[in-house]
C-alpha cells in the first residue's frame, strides 16, 4: 500500500528535524520539492534537493519531482 510523508504528520515535538526528515526521504520512493521565493534561498530545501539529486544520479532512476508556486527558478547553483 502506497503512503504519503507529510512532514507536519510525521514530526512531533521533540523530534529531531534533520533526523525524521532524512528517514523521511530514506523511505520515500517519490519526493516532491515545492519552492516559493523564500523557500529557494533556504539551506534546508537545498540539503532536501541535493540528497534527492543525488540518490537520482546513484540509482539511475528519477525520484524527484521539483515544482514551484510562480515565477520561481528551479536551476542548480
Do not use: F, H
Amino acid at each position: 500500500m502506497e503512503r504519503v510523508w507529510l512532514d507536519e504528520a510525521e514530526i512531533d515535538i521533540g523530534d529531531s528535524l534533520i533526523a525524521k526528515i532524512e528517514e523521511g526521504m530514506k523511505l520515500s520512493r517519490y519526493i516532491a520539492v515545492v519552492l516559493s521565493k523564500k523557500s529557494i534561498g533556504a539551506p534546508w530545501v537545498k540539503k532536501e534537493l541535493d540528497v534527492a539529486m543525488n540518490r537520482e544520479i546513484a540509482s539511475g532512476r528519477w525520484s524527484c519531482c521539483r515544482c514551484s508556486t510562480r515565477n520561481v527558478s528551479c536551476q542548480s547553483s
